[in-house]
């Protein structure tokens, strides 16, 4: 929803301008969303059946965690600590370490990852999905399920999505 105070674009059902906190409460509704944009806006995390993510240690080391994608045949993992998830570590985490002179099996996956993500639940608005990645600039988001646990969404489970 754009803001009709400073045009700044706000997530759908923002009641608030995250740009100059102008109220968007009352502003009229736009024509319903067709195609495409339906989707975005009416769809749910949940549509895009996100499954449970694999894990690692934040103390096991690189080498273990690349192993384990390959195997997986994942473009992440999710890195929990003492339990609770801390991070993720994606193949762009793993290239930024690429350059270190250290061998990945001497260095571990908490020195590597991006930590305290947002975690989104499958409730949440595909359009939520689209903003995490969007200000975040990565492809994978952690989803807390419903069933206890996490899994992950990628941009390539958003478009499969979009395309069906």
């Not at 103390?59 to 991070?87: I, P, Q, W, Y």
Request: proline share 5%.
């Amino acid at each position: 929803m754009r803001c009709p105070d400073c045009g700044h674009a706000n997530i759908a059902g923002a009641d608030d301008c995250s740009a100059c906190g102008a109220s968007l409460v009352n502003i009229p509704a736009k024509p319903a969303a067709k195609g495409l944009e339906r989707k975005i806006l009416e769809g749910s995390v949940a549509d895009l059946s996100p499954k449970k993510a694999m894990t690692v240690s934040s103390e096991d080391s690189l080498e273990t965690a690349v192993a384990a994608m390959r195997k997986a045949k994942v473009g992440c993992v999710l890195v929990t600590e003492n339990g609770r998830l801390s991070g993720v570590l994606s193949e762009w985490e793993l290239l930024q370490h690429s350059a270190e002179s250290a061998p990945l099996s001497s260095v571990p996956v908490k020195r590597a990852l991006r930590s305290n993500p947002a975690v989104l639940r499958e409730t949440d608005q595909l359009a939520e999905m689209f903003h995490q990645m969007a200000i975040s600039g990565h492809r994978h988001v952690p989803v807390a399920l419903s069933a206890g646990g996490y899994g992950v969404v990628s941009a390539r489970d958003l478009l499969r999505y979009l395309c069906k």
